[in-house]
């Protein structure tokens, strides 16, 4: 089996991998670059739970090549945090209480980034509309909706608070 | 045994700490099942029937064997014999034949996806290819797919010895018949001013975990064995496992992975001794994961079933008899938890003279595994539905029907002594008193519907240590793999025994060496029993602290209390001393304190909730919207109310989801043909609205804490809810589960309805 | 042996190539012929190799081909769509939005936001789903597809382009390259609706599509077009006759609903029976023409 060689950007640092032309992106980023953040449910891009940002974009990294990767800017879960400071969607989705199993909580959180960074003060039915395609069975999506909510406040208020600080 | 806890203060109990876990969680780094690697380890795939029922006549593993990178293949002949009678296997009692069999077939396949045989290979991918390789000679028969069909005289036999109860040495499909019987049915129907009987099909569906099945095992040279895998109970794990392979359980060690849901579905095992088997034939790790379509072709969904009810009630809406046929869908082997809906079925309600049939029916289907209140909600549907109709006919509020007739502390129970201090109607009047109820309802084609429902809870056995270190803080150490946020409650308890901030205490999910036996994560049970188990563990603790603070202070062990969170002198001359300032004194006092406490947990309470539900119904295409919900249930006390919260929601829209598009497709060949979730419709963000939640607390005097067990029982009202919900929105009374527009638009022409008039316009 | 969706890509030899000029991939797709197949958003026929529905061994990534990314209008010639345009950027896109809201409605329903933010319209179309969500809105709108091969350029109505379920008139070594839509007439307009049980996610259970151009209160020019109640994207002309040159209201409104009912061929499936849909395709097509004549109206204000 012929492998490829590939270079992207994965949460914000140039990689270098070999990977087989059959092996998705998600088999990629699990079995390759040992990120096992973005989760397998259903291969079928149903569930959401492999959910990455391609180029600023929310997509299902199961139904993406490994080969298709080139040259792209990649965000996966483990490239939310800075550092150890947490994005505030994840500060909101703890105290929340967003995640039960945990299992849904990647995808969810890479495609509530791909929202808030695009709509910054989405209304709940935009919040619902754009996490439709990301699956939950332990929560019933209400603690879910409720932090991103609050999250894409406080990145506004915080980037308010930068902005005054820069002045 | 506990006073009232509504009347105790709690600093700790009751507020809403960050998990433990949640960083790991909300950051990629906690490790489930499938994110398991090792140093040479090998992949497996497993080769499922495409055929609903068949013998098996050969199975030829040679072609597949010669492929590179192929290292085993298993198929029944590598298993031993297994007794075909009930056994307890660790805690459980099973049957380990059919255990056996379900794991991989032998001599018959049993359901579309029924497991053959298991390969092990250096790659997944070549794994699969070799499963093509295998060549299984079939003699298809004709398949079984619904209860009736079961139990038609004639009909084709799927497991040959299978006897049952009461028909003696007769071949059949129907494993078990059970009746229930009080007082005198003709005479509580001839009291009856009204009386409604229908019959409901509920379809089969699946608890819908996003993680699929996985295992990793480990077998060494020594014979000793490590299995990680994503359960909920790993020392079932470890006995079931050791029964399948033939292996002693003293000999395997499980490692509870974080998991990513359950819902009862991973509470038995189907890949564990798959793996350990292979790691014994290869001498490597193994790792199997399952992908979503062998989920829902392959692991237990929950019983469709046929339910027939007859209620009776005055015409002041009280109950005075009930009559039920029940047959629930054992798939291919016996155990659906058709004996457990029999019991709930008529729970609620106190009232005298029922009869209860109920029937456990093989059928070509995947053998059926828990789904959280098993066999509660298809009861429910039919049980509070019919109330509904009743409660319409004497003109009374259907909430109020429930209240009339709902059960209270001294009232019989179905399995046991009377009920001690319960929620139920409590449940009901909350949503009567709720805003949402309150509210007014208006527009065409829209309904507000309510249902009630109740479920057991477990007991059970569970450990718990709980260790101070030296620098004060503390590690509690209990078996419950943590599939809600449990934990945390965990550790509440433990601070709050201690007087110690939540921050300080670590929770920890242990593996099965380093923990007293632990029953399965479900039957809402881990804050009931591990908490009970961990409370008393914590108190272990406070006793030997108690001692020690005594000994440093010259003072009798009587005169030393914990106060406050605060290790006190009774009279004065000594300050009270935190658990922090006497930590760094134990090694000079006598040693590491370590709390214990093993329990097999009496005092369940039992789990009531009630559900109102809003919809509209678009009357032409029939679509139903879910407009508004709010759940109501008794947690006895709310340990951590944002969990209890979630698992009210989360079994509020699997309920949904039962309601209006789940269900198992078969074809007429017995084919599985949504086995995936584009067609296995779950509700998404975009379908629910927010669940309003009211927590009841009327504590549980079986707890120390009056804690009742909240994981389960709000699953069982939603579909009668939204039936409900949906005749009082288009007039139509739903028989049939799920409620989809298809559905839905039948029974509108059956009914003469508004759909009638739109096809009458269009001609 | 029927098709399970989820398992594994199990082809012992999958080759990737990238190509980035027309020329270049229609020279690897002859090459190969029914063992090789464009990739555009994947998703679709990645899903089916693993269900084992289809078997290339090439799969030809036409994304860095640049009149496949083409997305550009002309108030003269219309919109050109390439092939691999994702559906986003059909939606996102202002001239879209503004003369093909029902081509940009009917992008923005399929899947979830993931998918479309991968799926391509073109990749869809070529897929030959008669469930698909854009095709019915892309006939109406009257498009034509532009497709490459080795003999050279030809070009296929798109009401045409489908034959039966995962069949198009796509020959081995052929491409699509572009859909072209006509510019849209004055007082024109489209819309495209779409019934399915959940509110996202699903495959759709019917869809109907219409594009209107009225003259006052007379329809000038209709046409209706539906998903998932025949082997193929179904052009309906029936139903465009029963409005074209007559008064728009309830009575040309309900025969064109009739036509359309009485045109379609549902069958029963998991996703719904065949009563439910023949009702349902009354349903949206009525609904579908009064969104259309609506924004018609306003396109012919503005």
């Not at chain 2, 550790?491 to 670590?506: H, K, P, W, Y």
């Not at chain 2, 039962?658 to 067609?679: F, H, P, T």
């Not at chain 3, 026929?45 to 209008?73: C, N, W, Y």
Request: charged share 20%.
């Amino acid at each position: 089996m012929k492998k490829v060689l590939v270079e992207a950007n994965i949460n914000g640092e140039t990689v270098e991998f070999l990977c087989e032309a059959r092996q998705s992106l998600l088999e990629t980023l699990r079995d390759v670059l040992n990120l096992t953040g973005s989760k397998e449910g259903c291969l079928t891009g149903d569930c959401g739970a492999c959910s990455v940002m391609v180029d600023g974009r929310v997509v299902c990294s199961c139904l993406m090549l490994g080969a298709e990767a080139a040259g792209k800017n990649i965000t996966t879960v483990e490239g939310l945090a800075t550092g150890n400071q947490l994005h505030p969607l994840q500060q909101k989705f703890l105290e929340n209480a967003a995640l039960q199993c945990g299992i849904c909580t990647p995808g969810f959180l890479v495609a509530a980034k791909a929202l808030i960074d695009k709509n910054p003060n989405p209304s709940e039915e935009e919040v619902r509309y754009a996490l439709a395609g990301n699956l939950c069975r332990c929560t019933g999506y209400d603690k879910i909706v409720r932090a991103v909510i609050e999250a894409a406040k406080a990145v506004k208020s915080g980037a308010a608070e930068s902005r005054a600080g820069a002045r | 045994m506990a006073e009232a806890t509504s009347n105790r203060k709690f600093r700790v109990i009751g507020t809403r700490p960050i998990r433990h876990d949640g960083v790991d969680k909300v950051t990629g780094r906690a490790k489930y099942g499938a994110d398991y690697s090792f140093p040479g380890m090998l992949h497996g795939k497993v080769l499922r029937s495409p055929h609903a029922h068949a013998v098996i006549k050969s199975i030829k593993v040679d072609k597949a064997l010669k492929l590179p990178g192929v290292k085993a293949i298993i198929t029944a002949d590598d298993l031993p014999e297994a007794p075909n009678k009930m056994q307890q296997a660790g805690e459980m009692a099973i049957n380990p034949s059919h255990l056996s069999r379900n794991i991989l077939a032998r001599g018959k396949v049993l359901y579309d996806g029924h497991a053959i045989a298991a390969v092990a290979a250096t790659s997944p991918h070549i794994a699969e290819e070799a499963l093509k390789l295998i060549e299984v000679d079939y003699e298809v028969l004709p398949p079984v797919m619904t209860v009736e069909a079961a139990m038609k005289p004639g009909a084709p036999i799927l497991i040959p010895d299978l006897r049952n109860n009461e028909e003696g040495d007769k071949q059949t499909n129907v494993a078990q018949h059970m009746q229930f019987k009080r007082g005198d049915l003709d005479k509580g129907f001839k009291a009856a001013d009204y009386v409604v009987e229908r019959e409901f099909k509920t379809a089969m569906v699946h608890q819908g975990y996003i993680e699929p099945h996985n295992a990793v095992a480990i077998y060494n040279n020594d014979g000793q064995a490590t299995i990680y895998c994503s359960t909920q109970g790993a020392f079932d794990v470890r006995s079931l496992s050791a029964q399948v392979v033939g292996v002693e359980p003293g000999k395997i060690k499980v490692v509870p992975a974080e998991i990513g849901g359950g819902f009862g579905g991973k509470t038995t095992v189907y890949l564990e001794p798959l793996a350990l088997a292979l790691s014994k034939k290869t001498g490597k790790p193994v790792k199997l994961v399952m992908t979503r379509s062998e989920v829902l072709r392959a692991s237990g969904p929950t019983s469709g079933s046929t339910i027939k009810i007859k209620m009776g009630c005055t015409k002041d809406g009280k109950i005075t008899a009930a009559q039920v046929w029940m047959a629930y869908e054992a798939g291919g082997f016996p155990g659906s938890p058709v004996v457990a809906g029999a019991m709930c079925i008529l729970a609620p309600y106190d009232f005298e003279n029922l009869l209860i049939d109920a029937y456990d029916v093989v059928v070509n289907r995947p053998k059926t595994a828990a789904y959280r209140a098993p066999g509660a909600t298809n009861a429910a549907m039919a049980s509070e539905t019919v109330l509904d109709e009743l409660a319409e006919k004497c003109g009374i509020d259907p909430l109020d029907m429930r209240i009339k007739n709902g059960v209270k502390e001294g009232s019989a129970h179905p399995a046991g002594p009377p009920y001690k201090r319960i929620g139920y109607i409590q449940t009901c009047e909350a949503i009567k008193n709720s805003p949402h109820y309150k509210s007014k309802l208006e527009g065409p084609n829209r309904g507000r519907g309510v249902a009630t429902g109740f479920w057991f809870n477990a007991g059970m056995q569970s450990s718990a240590t709980v260790n101070i270190h030296a620098d004060g803080s503390a590690s509690v150490v209990t078996g419950s793999p943590d599939i809600g946020g449990s934990r945390v409650s965990m550790a509440m308890i433990t601070a709050e025994v201690l007087g110690l901030e939540v921050t300080d205490v670590r929770p920890l999910t242990a593996d099965t060496d380093s923990i007293g036996h632990t029953d399965v994560t479900g039957g809402s049970r881990v804050t009931f029993a591990t908490g009970m188990a961990v409370y008393e563990a914590a108190q272990d603790a406070v006793r030997q602290l108690r001692e020690r603070a005594a000994k440093l202070w010259e003072r009798k062990v009587e005169d030393v209390e914990m106060k406050d969170g605060k290790l006190t002198a009774k009279g004065n001359g000594v300050p009270p001393m935190s658990v922090k300032e006497i930590a760094s004194k134990l090694g000079r006092t006598g040693g590491p304190i370590t709390g214990r406490a093993s329990v097999n947990a009496r005092g369940v309470g039992a789990a009531f909730a009630a559900t109102c539900v809003d919809v509209e119904v678009d009357p032409e295409t029939f679509k139903v919207q879910i407009l508004r919900c709010t759940v109501a249930q008794d947690a006895g006390k709310a340990i951590h109310p944002s969990y209890v919260e979630g698992q009210m929601q989360g079994g509020t829209a699997q309920g949904i989801g039962w309601a209006l598009n789940e269900e198992y497709i078969y074809d007429d060949k017995g084919i599985l043909r949504n086995s995936g979730l584009l067609d296995y419709r779950m509700p998404t963000c975009l379908d629910l609205p927010m669940i309003e939640t009211i927590i009841v607390e009327e504590p549980n005097p079986g707890h120390p804490l009056g804690v009742r067990g909240v994981g389960e029982v709000s699953i069982v009202p939603p579909p009668a809810a939204v039936a409900n919900a949906i005749y009082r929105a288009i007039g139509v009374r739903m028989t049939e589960l799920p409620m989809s527009p298809p559905r839905l638009l039948k029974a509108s022409l059956k009914r003469g309805g508004a759909a009638d008039a739109h096809s009458a316009a269009a001609d | 042996m029927h098709a399970r969706p989820g398992g594994l890509v199990t082809l012992h030899e999958l080759n990737y190539a990238a190509p980035n000029s027309v020329a270049e991939a229609v020279q690897i797709l002859r090459q190969h012929g029914e063992n090789a197949r464009p990739l555009a958003g994947g998703t679709d026929i990645i899903i089916q190799m693993r269900a084992g529905v289809r078997h290339p061994t090439h799969l030809v990534d036409v994304k860095k081909i640049p009149e496949l990314r083409e997305l550009s209008f002309d108030a003269k010639s219309g919109l050109k769509l390439g092939a691999a345009a994702a559906c986003v950027e059909v939606y996102e896109n202002r001239d879209v939005k503004r003369h093909y809201p029902g081509l940009a409605e009917a992008a923005h329903l399929i899947g979830s936001l993931q998918i479309q933010n991968r799926a391509a319209v073109g990749g869809n179309l070529c897929n030959g789903s008669p469930a698909a969500d854009t095709t019915p809105a892309l006939i109406v709108l009257g498009a034509r597809a532009r497709i490459a091969g080795p003999n050279g350029e030809r070009e296929v109505a798109v009401e045409d382009f489908c034959v039966s379920p995962g069949r198009t008139v796509l020959q081995p070594g052929e491409l699509l390259v572009q859909i072209l839509i006509p510019a849209p007439a004055p007082n024109s307009s489209d819309a495209y609706l779409r019934l399915i049980p959940r509110n996202e996610m699903d495959i759709a259970v019917v869809g109907a599509g219409v594009a209107l151009t009225l003259d006052g209160d007379k329809v000038k020019a209709a046409r209706v077009a539906l998903a998932a109640v025949a082997p193929r994207p179904l052009f309906v002309a029936k139903a465009g006759e029963a409005l074209a040159g007559k008064k728009l209201d309830d009575a040309s409104i309900a025969a064109a609903a009739r036509a359309a009912m009485d045109a379609s061929t549902p069958i029963d499936d998991m996703r719904g029976t065949a009563e439910y849909r023949k009702h349902v395709v009354g349903v949206l097509t009525r609904r579908a023409i009064k969104i259309a004549a609506q924004r018609a109206r306003n396109a012919g204000k503005a």
